[in-house]
Structure formats: structure tokens, C-alpha cells
């Protein structure tokens, strides 16, 4: 089945210490995105690419950075994780902007 | 900000009963989606309704849209345990910006 697969689904890092989540897709989606989702609270955009264009919301932390080698996969990295940045992690994708996203079942990061 | 807001933020009603969620959003949009969130897990898309539309249908789920208002509600008939869930409208903006906004949630509890 077509769908978007995140790992790892659970993530345990060390204050500090870089991390990198990843994301691939076999729908083969012009568009990836990257959500940071906190307890009982909506999914904040972080990223997105249309294609290989980067798309950076202004007011994602110069901390977290994100990578697409190619159309499938999509990584997000956080080089120094501190304690709020504890949360749910969701990429999605979509044929085509604005349309419906498809996502992945998340992976739920714990700093320690 | 864009986010929209969810209406009521919690909503517990017995099994059989319909359920509504209303959201409501700020700047004009091309396309308001709902998603379903089960706990932990990642948003599925439950359906889409453009700016030119007023009303949709999918099995159990209505949608309403008022553009006049920046409105949009949701209704579930015979509500399921199953339904147990968060609910999370998104709005795409007609800025050609290529992403959603989602609004705050509403949790549903359904109980048997």
C-alpha cells in the first residue's frame, strides 16, 4: 500500500545531543512536509518542500533543519535538542499544495 | 496568524448521538479540510470542501462551509466509540503559499 512511513516511531535523545528524524514516501508526492505537534495542540508547521524547493516557516528555531535527497525521502534534523523541543514529530506529503496531506504516523521525541 | 479556532475544544456525548464541531477561521481561503487525529497517532484527511462549495457528504460525515461567516462545521450522525478522537480543521489560504493552517482541535469522546 501507497503510504508515508516515519522512523524511528520513538526517539529518546540527550540534551544537546543531534538527532535526525526520518521520513519516506511511496506516493510519490511533489510535496513534503515537516510538523511539530506538542501536547493537545495543533500541528505547527516547521518546513515543506515543493519538490526541491525549501520552504522555511520564520518562525522555525535556526535549530532544527531539514534534507530531501530526493522525491521519496525527507530528513529533519535537530542539532542541539533542548528540552522544549519534546514533542510529536509528523511529516506529510501531498500531490500537489494545498491538497489533501497524507501523513505518516508520527515519532514522538523525548530529550532527556 | 491565520489558525483557525475549534469549537467547542472538548465534547463528550453518548453512542448514537450526532456530534458538531464548528470551526472558524480569519482571511480567505481556497479549500478547508478536516482531519481526524486518534491519540498518539499521525492526522487522516476525512475530507475537503473548496471555497465555492457550501455543503459535502462522506458516509457518516457532513461538512458545511461559510465563506460569509469564515466558517465551516462538521457533523458526525450516529456517533461510534470508534469516533474517539481529536478533530482539526486546515485552511488553505489563497496566497499560493502551498500549506495549511490548522486550527486549535476539538477532542471528542464518545462514550459507549
Known amino acids: 500500500d501507497a503510504m508515508v512511513i516515519q522512523n524511528p516511531r520513538y526517539q529518546v535523545t540527550q540534551f544537546g545531543k543531534p538527532v535526525t528524524l526520518s521520513c519516506s514516501q511511496t506516493?510519490?508526492?511533489?510535496?513534503m512536509y515537516w510538523y511539530q505537534q506538542k501536547s493537545s495542540q495543533a500541528p505547527k508547521l516547521l518546513f515543506h518542500y515543493y519538490d526541491k524547493d525549501f520552504n522555511n516557516e520564520a518562525d522555525t528555531p535556526d535549530n532544527f533543519q531539514s534534507r530531501r535527497p530526493n522525491t521519496s525521502f525527507c530528513f529533519l534534523d535537530i542539532r542541539s535538542p533542548g528540552l522544549g523541543d519534546a514533542a510529536m514529530y509528523l511529516c506529510?506529503?501531498?500531490?500537489?499544495?494545498?491538497?489533501?496531506?497524507?501523513f505518516g504516523p508520527g515519532t514522538r521525541l523525548l530529550v532527556l | 496568524s491565520q489558525q483557525g479556532e475549534e469549537d467547542p475544544q472538548a465534547l463528550s456525548i453518548q453512542e448514537g448521538e450526532n456530534a458538531t464541531m464548528n470551526c472558524s477561521y480569519k482571511t480567505s481561503i481556497n479549500n478547508l479540510q478536516w482531519y481526524r487525529q486518534n491519540s498518539g497517532r499521525g492526522l487522516v484527511h476525512l475530507i475537503l470542501?473548496?471555497?465555492?462549495?457550501r455543503e459535502k457528504h462522506s458516509g457518516r460525515l457532513r461538512v458545511t462551509l461559510d465563506t460569509s461567516k469564515k466558517s465551516s462545521s462538521l457533523l458526525i450522525t450516529a456517533s461510534r466509540a470508534a469516533d474517539t478522537a481529536s478533530y482539526f480543521c486546515?485552511?488553505?489560504?489563497?496566497?499560493?503559499?502551498?500549506?495549511?493552517?490548522f486550527g486549535t482541535g476539538t477532542r471528542l469522546t464518545i462514550i459507549p
Open positions: 506529510a506529503t501531498s500531490s500537489f499544495a494545498g491538497e489533501t496531506q497524507y
Open positions: 486546515a485552511t488553505e489560504g489563497n496566497f499560493g503559499n502551498e500549506k495549511l493552517t
Open positions: 470542501i473548496r471555497s465555492n462549495e
Open positions: 506516493l510519490n508526492h511533489n510535496v
